[in-house]
């Protein structure tokens, strides 16, 4: 395309392109505004229900914070002989169930600040099986989901759930249930061990004494400047030529830290093979930062080597502009697959 006239079909093409070429901009900006947003709103979230801080109740760690390794549980205390399990709950209460263990589990000292102190733990067993419960009044678990204060009831709550299920971790191998899980009396305890029975011994054979850690490979906030080739100029003193190669320049240079970022990630996965039992995705933001989200089943015996490899990964990784959070050990809740679906109390 030469000639006099080449300026004003230019003219005249941009005309006609702009305003569609803005908009999708526009949508492309939104979303992913959405998605960095998604991301930090599950952070402060997490760090609101499962890191704030009860009166007496133990800090549990931020996810998004980089925190130094926990240490581990210390041991629980000598098992406390449970009351009588033939008793049935009383009229508005049901049992309230944390985890699913050995029937031989001793039942932990109750954490101190836990909600409904003094009703004390118990194992309703059926077999080999057993399953951690407290009678709770039934109006107790009721939330309001939308209020996620420190002091609500589902902060509470979540913490309680929490501290029980790690003082039950520290007398032995446990399934932790889902938060809420709730039946209304023995009857269904039983019921509900007779249900998951093989898929329960199972998955107690596999995890074991095993912890679960969660890494994170992120691209810290300003990473990504760059990428679309360093502060832009206005528009109005760019050519439609001068634009369309830098976008094409900011594409290669997004598909190149794509790339950077997928080696890294396969390198982080190489190196903690060898110290973990499992490993499990838990999806990825790119657009927020987050390359990667790992929760890892470790050993005790593995934890020393698993948290060096990861600081030596760390450390390399800094010269790529990308970082590495650990957090934990937690129970292993990503890794027990059993929800007691359909026994809510």
Excluded: K, N
Excluded at 9 to 25: M, N, Q, S
């Amino acid at each position: 395309m030469t000639g006099p006239d080449v300026p004003d079909r230019l003219t005249r093409v941009a005309r006609e392109l702009g305003p569609d070429v803005l908009a999708d901009a526009v949508v492309r900006g939104r979303e992913l505004a959405v998605e960095r947003l998604a991301g930090l709103v599950a952070d402060a979230l997490v760090a609101e229900v499962l890191a704030g801080r009860a009166a007496g109740a133990a800090p549990a760690p931020a996810a998004a914070a980089r925190p130094e390794p926990a240490a581990p549980p210390e041991p629980a205390p000598p098992p406390v002989p449970p009351p009588r399990t033939d008793a049935a709950p009383l009229p508005g209460e049901v049992l309230y169930a944390f985890a699913l263990a050995p029937a031989d589990l001793p039942v932990p000292a109750d954490p101190p600040g836990a909600p409904h102190g003094g009703r004390p733990l118990e194992l309703v067993t059926d077999g080999d099986l057993g399953l951690l419960v407290r009678r709770v009044p039934r109006a107790d678990l009721e939330v309001d989901p939308d209020d996620l204060s420190e002091g609500g009831r589902l902060a509470l709550l979540a913490r309680g759930h929490d501290a029980v299920v790690r003082a039950a971790v520290a007398a032995g191998p446990v399934l932790p249930l889902r938060l809420g899980t709730a039946v209304p009396d023995e009857t269904a305890a039983r019921r509900l061990l007779a249900e998951h029975a093989a898929v329960a011994r199972e998955q107690l054979t596999r995890i074991g004494d095993a912890r679960e850690w969660g890494v994170r490979l992120v691209r810290p906030a300003g990473g990504e400047e760059t990428a679309d080739g360093g502060s832009r100029p206005d528009r109005e003193e760019l050519t439609g030529t001068a634009y369309l190669a830098r976008r094409r320049q900011a594409l290669r240079e997004r598909e190149e830290a794509a790339r950077d970022a997928a080696r890294a990630a396969d390198r982080l996965e190489q190196a903690l093979d060898p110290h973990v039992r499992e490993c499990l995705h838990r999806g990825a933001a790119p657009a927020s930062g987050l390359l990667l989200d790992l929760a890892c089943l470790v050993v005790p015996d593995a934890e020393e080597a698993f948290l060096a490899a990861v600081g030596d990964l760390r450390t390399e990784l800094e010269d790529d502009g990308l970082a590495l959070e650990v957090s934990g050990p937690w129970p292993p809740y990503s890794f027990a697959a059993l929800t007691a679906e359909g026994h809510g109390g």
